[in-house]
């Protein structure tokens, strides 16, 4: 099994269809995908998790409770999950994450990504929509150092994509082909 987790918006949905050629339940608004969704790509699971994080107009309440849901459902599955692939957007993560550390809070991108690896689940991090970065080396570098993953490891963790316009997908694919070997899965 293959999740994608990320926070609402930031275009899970468009990279499994670019990734698979899967289109999984696409909301109209952010935070509209609640429950995980599954669709099948080479006899393999692959989820499309709820959005976690901010969503405009949704309660504060309801925004842990599926959190929670994510966190339970991954830990639940920790054992069936080959791979995880956070996906974050590359033009708004550093300025969010900046936003929470300065409250003294853990960036929630920043959270889950130490949360898959303490249950030992390999992390790809997509950094999606590049079509809107201006500076990708400075991003992925900010990225890398935020989550603790030295510079030498970048390439193996961070994949810069452009899920819209079909920019690096191949080379997305490629880095999971090779997780999903190396695991043995
Ligand atoms: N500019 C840009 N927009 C994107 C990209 N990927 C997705 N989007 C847009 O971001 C919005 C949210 O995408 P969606 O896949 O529904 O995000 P999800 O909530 O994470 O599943 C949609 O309007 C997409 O068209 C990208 O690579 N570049
Ligand atoms: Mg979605």
Redesign the pocket.
């Given at each position: 099994m293959i999740v994608?987790v990320?926070?609402?918006?930031?275009?899970?949905?468009?990279?499994?269809?670019?990734l698979t050629g899967k289109w999984?339940k696409?909301?109209k608004r952010?935070?509209?995908?609640r429950r995980p969704v599954e669709v099948t790509w080479r006899n393999r699971k692959v989820v499309?998790m709820p959005?976690f994080g901010f969503m405009s107009g949704v309660p504060r309440e309801v925004q842990e409770r599926v959190k929670d849901e994510i966190v339970r459902f991954i830990e639940e599955r920790a054992g069936e999950i080959d791979l995880a692939v956070l996906?974050v957007?590359g033009?708004a993560a550093p300025e969010i994450i900046e936003r929470w550390e300065k409250r003294g809070e853990i960036p929630i991108d920043v959270e889950f990504f130490e949360f898959l690896r303490e249950l030992g689940i390999p992390v790809i991090v997509a950094v999606?929509?590049?079509?809107?970065v201006k500076n990708l080396g400075a991003t992925l570098n900010y990225l890398a150092e935020r989550m603790g993953v030295p510079y030498s490891e970048i390439p193996e963790i961070f994949v810069p994509?452009?899920?819209?316009?079909g920019?690096n997908i191949d080379l997305l694919r490629k880095r999971i082909e090779e997780v999903l070997r190396e695991k043995g899965a």
């Open positions: 994608f990320g926070r609402s918006n930031v275009g899970k949905s468009t990279l499994i269809f670019a999984v696409r909301g952010p935070g509209v995908t499309d959005g996906v957007d033009k999606n929509k590049i079509d809107k994509v452009s899920a819209k316009f920019t």
